[in-house]
Protein backbone atom coordinates (compact mmCIF):
# COMPACT_ATOMS: atom_id res chain seq x y z
CA UNK A 1 0.00 0.00 0.00
CA UNK A 2 1.00 3.81 0.01
CA UNK A 3 3.68 4.89 2.46
CA UNK A 4 3.69 8.06 4.44
CA UNK A 5 3.27 11.26 2.61
CA UNK A 6 4.26 14.58 3.26
CA UNK A 7 3.30 17.90 1.66
CA UNK A 8 5.00 20.11 0.88
CA UNK A 9 7.76 18.63 0.21
CA UNK A 10 9.58 21.94 0.25
CA UNK A 11 8.96 25.25 2.02
CA UNK A 12 10.53 28.81 1.98
CA UNK A 13 9.22 31.32 4.15
CA UNK A 14 10.22 34.68 5.35
CA UNK A 15 11.01 35.37 8.83
CA UNK A 16 8.18 35.78 10.70
CA UNK A 17 5.61 33.92 8.18
CA UNK A 18 3.35 31.19 9.78
CA UNK A 19 3.69 27.41 7.99
CA UNK A 20 1.65 24.39 7.98
CA UNK A 21 3.29 21.29 7.16
CA UNK A 22 1.28 18.09 6.24
CA UNK A 23 1.32 14.18 7.01
CA UNK A 24 -0.33 11.23 5.62
CA UNK A 25 0.22 8.42 7.48
CA UNK A 26 -0.16 4.66 6.32
CA UNK A 27 -3.26 3.87 6.83
CA UNK A 28 -4.82 2.08 9.86
CA UNK A 29 -1.69 3.40 11.64
CA UNK A 30 -2.52 4.72 14.66
CA UNK A 31 0.99 6.06 16.55
CA UNK A 32 2.22 9.36 14.53
CA UNK A 33 5.33 10.80 15.00
CA UNK A 34 6.97 14.31 14.03
CA UNK A 35 10.28 14.87 14.17
CA UNK A 36 12.87 17.84 13.67
CA UNK A 37 16.00 17.17 11.54
CA UNK A 38 18.56 19.57 11.79
CA UNK A 39 21.58 19.20 8.78
CA UNK A 40 24.40 16.85 9.67
CA UNK A 41 22.29 15.55 12.72
CA UNK A 42 20.10 13.06 13.78
CA UNK A 43 16.14 13.43 14.28
CA UNK A 44 14.49 14.92 17.07
CA UNK A 45 11.53 14.03 18.46
CA UNK A 46 9.05 16.70 18.57
CA UNK A 47 5.32 14.86 19.53
CA UNK A 48 3.82 12.05 19.70
CA UNK A 49 -0.06 10.91 18.56
CA UNK A 50 -1.96 7.81 19.04
CA UNK A 51 -5.55 8.20 17.19
CA UNK A 52 -6.42 11.91 17.63
CA UNK A 53 -4.58 12.07 21.43
CA UNK A 54 -1.72 14.09 21.47
CA UNK A 55 -0.23 12.00 24.53
CA UNK A 56 3.32 13.67 24.31
CA UNK A 57 4.24 16.71 23.19
CA UNK A 58 7.23 17.26 25.45
CA UNK A 59 10.03 17.64 22.19
CA UNK A 60 8.03 20.95 20.56
CA UNK A 61 10.86 23.47 20.82
CA UNK A 62 8.47 26.68 21.94
CA UNK A 63 5.19 27.58 21.86
CA UNK A 64 5.44 28.74 18.56
CA UNK A 65 4.83 25.07 17.19
CA UNK A 66 1.82 23.22 17.33
CA UNK A 67 0.84 19.76 16.34
CA UNK A 68 -2.49 18.49 15.54
CA UNK A 69 -4.28 14.99 14.44
CA UNK A 70 -8.09 15.88 14.45
CA UNK A 71 -9.52 12.68 12.85
CA UNK A 72 -7.10 10.67 13.79
CA UNK A 73 -5.54 10.13 10.35
CA UNK A 74 -3.77 13.14 8.87
CA UNK A 75 -1.52 15.26 10.82
CA UNK A 76 -0.93 18.84 10.59
CA UNK A 77 2.51 20.76 12.13
CA UNK A 78 2.13 24.31 12.18
CA UNK A 79 5.15 27.20 13.25
CA UNK A 80 3.80 30.99 13.85
CA UNK A 81 5.93 33.93 13.46
CA UNK A 82 8.57 31.37 12.00
CA UNK A 83 12.49 32.06 12.76
CA UNK A 84 15.92 31.30 10.70
CA UNK A 85 16.39 28.49 13.38
CA UNK A 86 13.41 26.32 12.86
CA UNK A 87 15.18 25.78 8.85
CA UNK A 88 15.36 22.34 8.97
CA UNK A 89 14.03 18.82 7.82
CA UNK A 90 10.59 17.93 9.54
CA UNK A 91 9.76 14.57 9.47
CA UNK A 92 6.56 12.27 9.72
CA UNK A 93 6.45 8.66 10.89
CA UNK A 94 4.00 6.11 11.69
CA UNK A 95 3.54 2.69 12.94
CA UNK A 96 0.99 -0.05 14.09
CA UNK A 97 0.78 -1.96 17.32
CA UNK A 98 0.24 -5.04 14.19
CA UNK A 99 3.46 -4.41 13.19
CA UNK A 100 5.53 -4.06 16.94
CA UNK A 101 6.71 -0.36 16.94
CA UNK A 102 8.76 -0.23 13.02
CA UNK A 103 8.54 3.18 12.36
CA UNK A 104 7.89 4.28 8.58
CA UNK A 105 8.68 7.70 7.83
CA UNK A 106 7.55 9.82 4.87
CA UNK A 107 10.25 11.70 2.56
CA UNK A 108 9.86 15.03 5.14
CA UNK A 109 9.40 18.50 4.28
CA UNK A 110 12.37 20.80 4.40
CA UNK A 111 11.57 24.40 5.22
CA UNK A 112 14.03 27.14 5.11
CA UNK A 113 13.32 30.43 6.69
CA UNK A 114 14.80 33.41 5.34
CA UNK B 1 18.93 12.61 29.42
CA UNK B 2 19.82 9.26 27.95
CA UNK B 3 23.09 9.61 25.95
CA UNK B 4 23.38 7.65 22.07
CA UNK B 5 26.55 7.21 20.79
CA UNK B 6 27.26 5.97 17.34
CA UNK B 7 30.85 5.20 15.84
CA UNK B 8 32.13 5.58 13.53
CA UNK B 9 31.03 8.80 12.31
CA UNK B 10 32.22 8.61 8.80
CA UNK B 11 33.35 5.75 7.66
CA UNK B 12 34.32 4.82 3.68
CA UNK B 13 34.71 1.53 2.16
CA UNK B 14 35.49 -0.42 -0.89
CA UNK B 15 32.75 -1.99 -2.64
CA UNK B 16 32.62 -5.68 -1.27
CA UNK B 17 33.90 -5.43 2.10
CA UNK B 18 32.52 -5.51 5.47
CA UNK B 19 32.00 -3.18 8.17
CA UNK B 20 30.53 -2.97 11.41
CA UNK B 21 28.82 -0.22 13.10
CA UNK B 22 27.83 0.31 16.48
CA UNK B 23 25.19 2.23 18.91
CA UNK B 24 25.88 2.34 22.33
CA UNK B 25 23.50 4.31 24.45
CA UNK B 26 23.09 4.99 28.34
CA UNK B 27 19.72 3.65 29.80
CA UNK B 28 17.68 0.40 29.09
CA UNK B 29 15.84 0.67 26.32
CA UNK B 30 12.41 -0.60 25.21
CA UNK B 31 12.94 -0.71 21.97
CA UNK B 32 15.69 -0.09 19.22
CA UNK B 33 15.32 0.44 15.64
CA UNK B 34 18.28 0.97 12.98
CA UNK B 35 17.90 3.01 9.90
CA UNK B 36 19.59 3.62 6.68
CA UNK B 37 19.16 7.44 5.42
CA UNK B 38 19.50 7.29 1.21
CA UNK B 39 21.21 10.56 -0.12
CA UNK B 40 17.72 11.79 -0.87
CA UNK B 41 16.96 11.57 2.43
CA UNK B 42 14.16 8.84 3.08
CA UNK B 43 14.16 6.93 6.40
CA UNK B 44 13.74 3.01 6.10
CA UNK B 45 14.01 0.95 8.81
CA UNK B 46 16.30 -1.91 8.88
CA UNK B 47 15.71 -3.73 11.69
CA UNK B 48 13.46 -3.52 14.89
CA UNK B 49 16.00 -5.49 17.78
CA UNK B 50 15.58 -4.62 21.67
CA UNK B 51 17.20 -7.84 21.99
CA UNK B 52 18.94 -10.72 20.36
CA UNK B 53 20.04 -11.03 16.56
CA UNK B 54 18.34 -10.45 12.92
CA UNK B 55 19.45 -11.06 9.58
CA UNK B 56 18.05 -9.96 6.56
CA UNK B 57 20.31 -10.26 3.45
CA UNK B 58 23.69 -9.02 3.39
CA UNK B 59 22.32 -7.00 6.76
CA UNK B 60 22.40 -8.52 10.42
CA UNK B 61 22.26 -6.62 13.52
CA UNK B 62 22.51 -7.80 17.21
CA UNK B 63 21.47 -5.83 20.45
CA UNK B 64 22.89 -6.57 23.77
CA UNK B 65 20.42 -5.28 25.80
CA UNK B 66 21.88 -5.76 29.50
CA UNK B 67 25.88 -4.33 28.28
CA UNK B 68 23.78 -1.48 26.29
CA UNK B 69 25.49 -2.02 22.57
CA UNK B 70 23.79 -2.65 19.65
CA UNK B 71 25.72 -3.55 16.10
CA UNK B 72 25.07 -3.37 12.31
CA UNK B 73 27.49 -5.67 10.43
CA UNK B 74 26.76 -5.01 6.54
CA UNK B 75 28.38 -7.74 4.43
CA UNK B 76 29.63 -7.51 0.74
CA UNK B 77 28.66 -3.64 0.93
CA UNK B 78 27.70 -2.19 -2.50
CA UNK B 79 27.80 1.39 -3.71
CA UNK B 80 23.58 1.13 -3.29
CA UNK B 81 24.61 1.09 0.49
CA UNK B 82 25.74 4.41 0.96
CA UNK B 83 24.34 7.27 3.28
CA UNK B 84 24.11 7.29 6.94
CA UNK B 85 22.91 4.88 9.51
CA UNK B 86 21.22 5.64 12.32
CA UNK B 87 20.22 3.44 15.34
CA UNK B 88 16.89 5.02 17.78
CA UNK B 89 15.83 3.91 21.14
CA UNK B 90 12.97 4.30 23.34
CA UNK B 91 13.76 4.01 27.07
CA UNK B 92 11.87 1.53 29.43
CA UNK B 93 10.15 4.50 31.54
CA UNK B 94 9.19 7.07 28.37
CA UNK B 95 7.49 4.70 25.86
CA UNK B 96 6.92 6.06 22.71
CA UNK B 97 9.78 8.79 22.63
CA UNK B 98 12.51 7.97 20.54
CA UNK B 99 16.09 9.42 20.79
CA UNK B 100 18.43 8.85 17.39
CA UNK B 101 21.98 8.96 17.63
CA UNK B 102 23.81 11.36 15.12
CA UNK B 103 24.57 8.35 12.74
CA UNK B 104 27.24 6.92 10.64
CA UNK B 105 27.62 8.30 7.20
CA UNK B 106 28.61 5.48 5.08
CA UNK B 107 30.69 5.83 1.64
CA UNK B 108 31.47 2.64 -0.46
CA UNK B 109 33.09 3.74 -3.62
CA UNK B 110 33.30 1.04 -6.66
Known amino acids: GAGVSQSPRYKVAKRGQDVALRCDPISGHVSLFWYQQALGQGPEFLTY????????KSGLPSDRFFAERPEGSVSTLKIQRTQQEDSAVYLC????????????FGPGTRLLVL | GIQVEQSPPDLILQEGANSTLRCNFS?????LQWFHQNPWGQLINLFYIPSGTKQNGRLSATTVATERYSLLYISSSQTTDSGVYFCAVELVDNFNKFYFGSGTKLNVKP
Open chain 1, 49 to 56: FQNEAQLD
Open chain 2, 27 to 31: DSVNN
Open chain 1, 93 to 104: ASSSPKQGKTQY
